[in-house]
């Protein structure tokens, strides 16, 4: 749509360019008007809007070269790695994995993780590019990001290991205690360890 917009905004442009004589009627203004201002503007939104949906998905997300191996992690056959076991689980949508885990379910949490992807566009054409890692998360992983998925579910809330210790699962929920403390869900992506894993095929 976005392209439509572009096009017939740039046929109008050089038909006003070349009958410069159309603008001297009213008719004329109004269409030099809708043709120089209105069009690039919708034509911008659309595809500006375009663009923010697409830097949604995980295709976008590892499509840099320092993001692969994350991707790569995404396909470890273990089930202890969190990212793995919820992306070949369906747990999440596979087609936004990254945004649906590390977008922060906040009111500006989209517009949040949408100026920090700027970022990173930046450090990839412009920037020092870290390795694979060395990238850290900006804050620490706050556990109201699995809740929004996992509160209320039977299996998160009737798991042996949440009830271990008394009042776990209340201190897990009031976010004192992370979901990620070691001896918890504490193996992620490990990209440091892909060259002696093996792999699911996926479908």
């Given at each position: 749509?976005?392209?439509?917009?572009?096009?017939?905004?740039?046929?109008?442009?050089?038909?006003?360019?070349?009958?410069?004589?159309?603008?001297?009627?009213?008719?004329?203004?109004?269409?030099?008007?809708i043709a120089l201002f209105i069009l690039p503007c919708v034509s911008m939104w659309s595809g500006g809007n375009y663009q923010l949906e697409r830097a949604t998905s995980t295709q976008f997300c590892v499509s840099c070269h320092v993001m692969e191996d994350y991707g790569r992690s995404?396909?470890?056959?273990?089930?202890?790695?969190?990212?793995?076991?919820?992306?070949?689980?369906?747990?999440?949508?596979?087609?936004?994995?990254?945004?649906?885990?590390?977008?922060?379910?906040?009111?500006?949490?989209?517009?949040?993780?949408?100026?920090?992807?700027?970022?990173?566009?930046?450090?990839?054409?412009?920037?020092?590019?870290?390795?694979?890692?060395?990238?850290?998360?900006?804050?620490?992983?706050?556990?109201?990001?699995?809740?929004?998925?996992?509160?209320?579910?039977?299996?998160?809330?009737?798991?042996?290991?949440?009830?271990?210790?008394?009042?776990?699962?209340?201190?897990?929920?009031?976010?004192?205690?992370?979901?990620?403390?070691?001896?918890?869900?504490?193996?992620?992506?490990?990209?440091?360890?892909?060259?002696?894993?093996?792999?699911?095929?996926?479908?």
């Open positions: 749509m976005s392209i439509l917009f572009a096009a017939v905004t740039i046929l109008l442009a050089i038909l006003i360019g070349w009958r410069p004589d159309l603008t001297r009627a009213a008719d004329g203004k109004i269409l030099a008007f995404l396909y470890i056959d273990d089930r202890s790695y969190v990212p793995a076991a919820h992306f070949q689980n369906n747990r999440i949508p596979r087609d936004q994995a990254c945004y649906t885990c590390h977008t922060d379910y906040t009111m500006f949490g989209g517009v949040k993780s949408k100026w920090r992807g700027l970022h990173h566009v930046y450090v990839q054409y412009i920037g020092k590019i870290p390795k694979p890692e060395d990238i850290k998360l900006y804050e620490p992983f706050n556990n109201r990001e699995c809740l929004h998925c996992h509160a209320g579910a039977r299996s998160f809330e009737d798991a042996a290991s949440h009830h271990k210790k008394l009042e776990l699962l209340e201190t897990v929920k009031a976010n004192k205690v992370s979901c990620m403390s070691s001896g918890c869900h504490d193996i992620i992506h490990e990209v440091g360890d892909l060259k002696d894993a093996k792999f699911w095929k996926g479908r």
